[in-house]
C-alpha cells in the first residue's frame, strides 16, 4: 500500500512538472491553428480582390497570408499572379521560385516561370521549364507550342541580324518583330529593331521600341537622349524637350542632355515668339524671329524647312509677293507636297494676282490634304480667276490686294483726274467714261470693308447678277424683297378712319 502510494505521489510530481511544457505546446498548437485559419481567410480576400481588379489590396492580403504562413505555395503563386497583373514580372520571379520549391510539381508556377523566362529573352532556362512542365503534364497546350516554337526563335535571331547587316531592312523588320511577339522584354531585340526602324525611315515606331527599354533599364539616360534626337530630327521640338526632361530627372548634370536641352530650350523660345508675332500680324518682325532661330539650328533639315515654310507665310501675308514665291518654291523643291508651303505660295499668287497659278497650287494642295481649308481656299481662288476675267478692281486702281484705304484714296484721286471725260475729246471720250466709271466702281467697293470682303471672297458686289444669287441664297430665290423697291408693282392702300 505504501508502495502504490509513493508511486502516485512520483507520478502526479511528474504530471506537475511537465505541466507548463504541456501548456505551452496546446498553446502552440491552438495559435497555429489561429493562424492557419487566418491565412485561409487571407487567401480568400485576396483571391475575391484579383476577380475583382483591385490588385493593390489583392497584394497586401496575400502578403497577410504569407506572414500568417509562410509554408503556402499556393499563397506564393497568388501573390506572384497579382506582380504580373501589375506589371511587375521581376517581383513575380521570386514568389514563382519560392512558390516550385515548396511543391516542385506544380505546373501552374512552372509555366508562369518558363513564360517569364521566354518574354525576358532568356530561351534556353525557358526551353528547360517548358520540358519540366511536359513531364508532369505532357498535353499542356501551351507547353508543347512554346517547346515547338523555342528552336525557331534562337534560329531566327542570327537571320535577323545578318539582315540587318546586309541592308534587308524589310527582311530583318519582320524577323525582330517576329521574335519580339514572344520575347517583348528582350532589350537587345528592341534595340535592334530601332536601329532598323531609323533606317527606313520609320521614327514614330522606332521611338516607340526605345520608349519600351527605358521601362526595362533603371538608368536610360542614354536611351532618354537617343529619344529626344529622333523626335528632334522630325521637327518634334516638344517630344524632345520631354524626352530630354526625363534624361535630366536621371542626372541633372549628364554631359550630352544638358546642353541639348538648352539649345532645343532656346530654339523653343525663339519659335513661340515668331508664331506670337505671327498671331498679332506683325509679319516682318516675325520673319525677323525666324531668321534669328535659325542661328539657333542652322543645319537640322525638319527645322529649317519649318521656318523657311513660316517665312513663306509671313512674306506671302505682308504682300511681298516675289520674295513669298521665292522662298516658298524653294521649299517645295524640296518637299512638292508641303500643303503649308502650296498654301503660302498660292496666297502670294493672289495678291500680285497671278490667278491661274493660284488655283493651280491649291489644287495640288487640295490632292495631297482634302480639307476644309484646302476646299475652301481653292474656291476662292477658282472665284478669283472667273472675277478677273470680268472687272479686276485692284488692277484698275493698279494696287496690291493688301493696299490700304489711304493708298486707295491717293491712286483713285491720281487716276480720276488723268481720266476724267472733260479732259479728253472726240474718240478717247467714250473710253475715258468707261474708265472713269470703272475707276468709281473700284473705290466704291474697295473703301467699303464690307463690300471689299465680298469681293475678295470672289463676288462683285456691284455686278447684278451676282447680287441676284446672293439673294438667292438668303432666301429671297425671286429677288422679291417686300420692304424694297423692285421685284413687281405691289401697291399697300390704308384706309384711315
Same mark, same amino acid.
Given at each position: 500500500?505504501?508502495?502504490?502510494?509513493?508511486?502516485?505521489?512520483?507520478?502526479?510530481?511528474?504530471?506537475?512538472?511537465?505541466?507548463?511544457?504541456?501548456?505551452?505546446?496546446?498553446?502552440?498548437?491552438?495559435?497555429?491553428?489561429?493562424?492557419?485559419?487566418?491565412?485561409?481567410?487571407?487567401?480568400?480576400?485576396?483571391?475575391?480582390?484579383?476577380?475583382?481588379?483591385?490588385?493593390?489590396?489583392?497584394?497586401?492580403?496575400?502578403?497577410?497570408?504569407?506572414?500568417?504562413?509562410?509554408?503556402?505555395?499556393?499563397?506564393?503563386?497568388?501573390?506572384?499572379?497579382?506582380?504580373?497583373?501589375?506589371?511587375?514580372?521581376?517581383?513575380?520571379?521570386?514568389?514563382?521560385?519560392?512558390?516550385?520549391?515548396?511543391?516542385?510539381?506544380?505546373?501552374?508556377?512552372?509555366?508562369?516561370?518558363?513564360?517569364?523566362?521566354?518574354?525576358?529573352?532568356?530561351?534556353?532556362? &525557358?526551353?528547360? =521549364? *517548358? @520540358?519540366? /512542365?511536359?513531364? $508532369?503534364?505532357?498535353?499542356? +497546350?501551351?507547353?508543347?507550342?512554346?517547346? !515547338? #516554337?523555342?528552336?525557331?526563335?534562337?534560329?531566327?535571331?542570327?537571320?535577323?541580324?545578318?539582315?540587318?547587316?546586309?541592308?534587308?531592312?524589310?527582311?530583318?523588320?519582320?524577323?525582330?518583330?517576329?521574335?519580339?511577339?514572344?520575347?517583348?522584354?528582350?532589350?537587345?531585340?528592341?534595340?535592334?529593331?530601332?536601329?532598323?526602324?531609323?533606317? &527606313?525611315?520609320? =521614327? *514614330? @515606331?522606332? /521611338?516607340?521600341? $526605345?520608349?519600351?527599354?527605358? +521601362?526595362?533599364?533603371?538608368?536610360?539616360? !542614354? #536611351?532618354?537622349?537617343?529619344?529626344?534626337?529622333?523626335?528632334?530630327?522630325?521637327?518634334?521640338?516638344?517630344?524632345?524637350?520631354?524626352?530630354?526632361?526625363?534624361?535630366?530627372?536621371?542626372?541633372?548634370?549628364?554631359?550630352?542632355?544638358?546642353?541639348?536641352?538648352?539649345?532645343?530650350?532656346?530654339?523653343?523660345?525663339?519659335?513661340?515668339? &515668331?508664331?506670337?508675332?505671327?498671331?498679332?500680324?506683325?509679319?516682318?518682325?516675325?520673319?525677323? +524671329?525666324?531668321?534669328?532661330?535659325?542661328?539657333?539650328?542652322?543645319?537640322?533639315?525638319?527645322?529649317?524647312?519649318?521656318?523657311?515654310?513660316?517665312?513663306?507665310?509671313?512674306?506671302?501675308?505682308?504682300?511681298?509677293?516675289?520674295?513669298?514665291?521665292?522662298?516658298?518654291?524653294?521649299?517645295?523643291?524640296?518637299?512638292?507636297?508641303?500643303?503649308?508651303?502650296?498654301?503660302?505660295?498660292?496666297? &502670294?499668287?493672289?495678291?500680285?494676282?497671278?490667278?491661274?497659278?493660284?488655283?493651280?497650287?491649291?489644287?495640288?494642295?487640295?490632292?495631297?490634304?482634302?480639307?476644309?481649308?484646302?476646299?475652301?481656299?481653292?474656291?476662292?481662288?477658282?472665284?478669283?480667276?472667273?472675277?478677273?476675267?470680268?472687272?479686276?478692281?485692284?488692277?484698275?486702281?493698279?494696287?496690291?490686294?493688301?493696299?490700304?484705304?489711304?493708298?486707295?484714296?491717293?491712286?483713285?484721286?491720281?487716276?480720276?483726274?488723268?481720266?476724267?471725260?472733260?479732259?479728253?475729246?472726240?474718240?478717247?471720250?467714250?473710253?475715258?467714261?468707261?474708265?472713269?466709271?470703272?475707276?468709281?466702281?473700284?473705290?466704291?467697293?474697295?473703301?467699303?470693308?464690307?463690300?471689299?470682303?465680298?469681293?475678295?471672297?470672289?463676288?462683285?458686289?456691284?455686278?447684278?447678277?451676282?447680287?441676284?444669287?446672293?439673294?438667292?441664297?438668303?432666301?429671297?430665290?425671286?429677288?422679291?424683297?417686300?420692304?424694297?423697291?423692285?421685284?413687281?408693282?405691289?401697291?399697300?392702300?390704308?384706309?384711315?378712319?
Amino acid at each position: 500500500m505504501k508502495v502504490n502510494d509513493e508511486r502516485k505521489i512520483l507520478n502526479f510530481h511528474s504530471l506537475y512538472s511537465s505541466l507548463p511544457l504541456l501548456l505551452v505546446t496546446l498553446a502552440v498548437k491552438f495559435e497555429d491553428g489561429e493562424s492557419v485559419s487566418e491565412a485561409t481567410q487571407y487567401m480568400e480576400a485576396g483571391n475575391a480582390l484579383l476577380a475583382a481588379g483591385q490588385l493593390a489590396d489583392a497584394l497586401q492580403q496575400y502578403n497577410n497570408a504569407i506572414d500568417r504562413d509562410s509554408s503556402s505555395y499556393m499563397a506564393y503563386f497568388k501573390r506572384a499572379t497579382t506582380w504580373l497583373a501589375l506589371g511587375k514580372s521581376k517581383a513575380a520571379l521570386p514568389d514563382l521560385n519560392k512558390s516550385i520549391q515548396l511543391k516542385q510539381d506544380f505546373t501552374p508556377a512552372v509555366i508562369s516561370k518558363a513564360s517569364i523566362l521566354l518574354k525576358q529573352g532568356l530561351m534556353k532556362d &525557358a526551353l528547360k =521549364y *517548358y @520540358k519540366q /512542365v511536359l513531364v $508532369l503534364d505532357p498535353e499542356n +497546350k501551351e507547353a508543347k507550342e512554346k517547346f !515547338g #516554337v523555342i528552336p525557331t526563335l534562337q534560329a531566327r535571331v542570327p537571320i535577323a541580324d545578318k539582315q540587318a547587316e546586309d541592308g534587308q531592312i524589310p527582311e530583318a523588320i519582320d524577323n525582330y518583330s517576329r521574335l519580339i511577339m514572344y520575347m517583348p522584354w528582350k532589350k537587345e531585340l528592341r534595340e535592334k529593331r530601332s536601329a532598323v526602324y531609323l533606317e &527606313a525611315g520609320e =521614327y *514614330y @515606331k522606332a /521611338v516607340e521600341d $526605345l520608349r519600351a527599354i527605358t +521601362k526595362m533599364v533603371p538608368d536610360s539616360t !542614354g #536611351v532618354f537622349f537617343q529619344m529626344s534626337n529622333v523626335h528632334y530630327s522630325m521637327g518634334s521640338l516638344e517630344e524632345a524637350l520631354g524626352d530630354i526632361r526625363e534624361c535630366l530627372k536621371l542626372d541633372q548634370d549628364h554631359k550630352q542632355c544638358k546642353p541639348f536641352y538648352t539649345k532645343m530650350k532656346k530654339l523653343n523660345k525663339q519659335l513661340q515668339a &515668331a508664331e506670337t508675332l505671327i498671331q498679332q500680324q506683325q509679319w516682318d518682325k516675325a520673319v525677323e +524671329k525666324f531668321h534669328t532661330a535659325m542661328k539657333t539650328e542652322p543645319t537640322e533639315y525638319a527645322h529649317l524647312i519649318h521656318m523657311k515654310t513660316r517665312i513663306c507665310h509671313c512674306k506671302s501675308k505682308a504682300g511681298k509677293v516675289n520674295e513669298a514665291i521665292a522662298i516658298c518654291t524653294e521649299v517645295l523643291e524640296r518637299e512638292p507636297d508641303n500643303v503649308d508651303a502650296l498654301i503660302g505660295r498660292a496666297e &502670294a499668287y493672289i495678291h500680285g494676282q497671278l490667278y491661274e497659278e493660284a488655283v493651280q497650287d491649291y489644287q495640288e494642295a487640295k490632292e495631297s490634304d482634302d480639307n476644309q481649308r484646302t476646299q475652301e481656299g481653292l474656291a476662292r481662288a477658282e472665284k478669283l480667276l472667273k472675277q478677273s476675267k470680268k472687272r479686276d478692281y485692284y488692277k484698275i486702281l493698279g494696287l496690291n490686294r493688301n493696299c490700304q484705304k489711304r493708298e486707295i484714296l491717293k491712286a483713285y484721286r491720281k487716276l480720276a483726274m488723268e481720266w476724267h471725260p472733260d479732259k479728253h475729246e472726240g474718240a478717247n471720250k467714250a473710253a475715258a467714261e468707261k474708265k472713269f466709271m470703272d475707276i468709281a466702281d473700284a473705290k466704291e467697293v474697295l473703301t467699303d470693308p464690307e463690300k471689299r470682303a465680298i469681293y475678295d471672297r470672289g463676288e462683285d458686289p456691284l455686278d447684278p447678277e451676282e447680287q441676284q444669287q446672293r439673294q438667292q441664297q438668303w432666301g429671297q430665290p425671286f429677288g422679291f424683297n417686300p420692304f424694297g423697291g423692285g421685284g413687281g408693282n405691289f401697291h399697300f392702300k390704308f384706309n384711315h378712319n
